[in-house]
């Protein structure tokens, strides 16, 4: 069997899916899709058969004598079933029959797939006209191209798609929106034209019959024109002359209330320069008092610091005296301090010797006041021995 043609793919799905992705990755995928396939292709033998049975005669070289044997049959079976539906009759029969054509349509099917040249050349020869079927095709089709979108779309693919859609949704709705206002705008600049181009063509149809009569009357308006153009003329020059006359009047105004202007400002310059030279003068004065001022108190701080100079001096010699004598009391402490530190370290080590004395007389004491002690306890006790003894001895005697 030959492998039938691949069903269109919409250019939506192809905008959102990489065409690198839109071919099938599994072997279950492959088969669905060649399932699908094989069924539109027989949806459109299906769809073309009523046009070849219509004219047999014409096709009948082309598809041989066995489909058209089998065509006729079919045809056959076709009629009597609408024969069957436009009377009542047993419905046994009508199941039979129904069966027969089920079966007849199968071979059909068949025999044309097994020749698929055959199926492409009446594709192209055979003038389909419009019918429900075609409605149900079409949407098989994309059923299929939907149910490889989603073989081929993976989860995240999915809601990228998704979302892109509601985007998509959201800017045709604005674009509807910017479209249904142009289309207002449209309409009213179309109605605005229509106005203009009904109302220009009013002009027209007057500009017409106007030209109509003026060609009618053309000399005497002509003259009338010319009277009236001479006229006009005249009475455009009268205009001019006195207009052109009241603008040199005004002019010579202007330029009056100009000189006037020019004169006021002169002298309203010439008071500012006075004030500005004044004040000039007055800061130099003023300048010139402060630098005497200056000159006078530097002039009184020298004297004071020559007057202290002297005194300076004399404070510094006896500041440098008594300085030497501190220098020389600082070496004196210097030395004190050492001899001071020396006497202490040797108390020190003296008053460490009379303790360590003290602390070796009272060990020594303690000693002999143990040793002492322990001596008078051993007395004693070998006196309460002796006595123990001889008192032992005593009652063994009277025994």
């Given at each position: ?61 082309m598809l041989g004598p ?22 009542p009759g047993d419905e ?308």
């Amino acid at each position: 069997m030959a492998t039938p043609r691949k069903a269109g793919i919409p250019l939506g799905v192809m905008k959102v899916l990489d065409p690198r992705q839109l071919k099938p990755d599994s072997m279950e995928t492959e088969r669905i899709l060649t399932v699908l396939d094989e069924t539109i292709v027989k949806l459109e033998i299906t769809r073309l058969i009523p046009q070849i049975t219509g004219s047999l005669e014409r096709y009948a070289r082309m598809l041989g004598p066995e489909i058209t044997s089998t065509l006729l049959e079919h045809q056959k079976l076709s009629m009597e079933i609408q024969h069957l539906l436009t009377s009542p009759g047993d419905e046994k029969s009508m199941r039979a029959l129904e069966q027969c054509l089920k079966c007849s349509l199968r071979n059909i099917l068949r025999l044309f797939l097994a020749n698929p040249l055959l199926y492409h050349g009446l594709k192209y020869e055979v003038r389909v006209r419009q019918s429900p079927a075609d409605v149900f095709v079409k949407a098989f089709m994309e059923f299929r191209d939907f149910t490889l979108e989603r073989l081929l779309t993976t989860p995240d693919e999915e809601k990228e798609k998704i979302q892109l859609m509601k985007d998509i949704s959201l800017q045709v709705e604005k674009n509807t929106e910017t479209i249904s206002a142009l289309q207002g705008e449209l309409a009213g600049v179309i109605q605005t034209r229509d106005e203009e181009v009904s109302r220009k063509d009013k002009t027209i149809e007057n500009l017409k019959t106007n030209m109509e009569d003026l060609a009618k009357n053309c000399k005497a308006d002509i003259r009338l024109i010319m009277k009236e153009g001479e006229k006009q003329k005249k009475e455009d020059e009268e205009a001019s002359q006195d207009r052109c006359a009241r603008l040199k009047q005004d002019i010579q105004h202007l330029g009056t209330q100009f000189n006037a202007l020019v004169l006021e400002h002169r002298a309203s310059e010439l008071v500012l320069r006075k004030e500005k030279c004044k004040a000039e003068k007055e800061i130099q004065k003023w300048v010139q008092k402060y630098d005497t001022d200056m000159t006078e108190k530097q002039v009184l701080v020298l004297s004071a610091l020559l007057s202290h100079k002297t005194t300076y001096e004399e404070v510094q010699a006896v500041y440098n005296e008594e300085k030497e004598q501190l220098s020389l009391l600082m070496e004196k402490h210097a030395m004190l301090l050492q001899e001071y530190t020396q006497i202490e370290e040797e108390r020190r080590m003296l008053k460490e010797k009379e303790e360590e004395a003290a602390r070796e007389e009272a060990r020594r004491n303690d000693a002999a006041t143990c040793i002492q002690a322990f001596w008078k306890g051993y007395l004693v006790r070998s006196i309460y021995k002796s006595k123990l003894k001889k008192g032992k001895g005593k009652g063994k005697g009277k025994k």
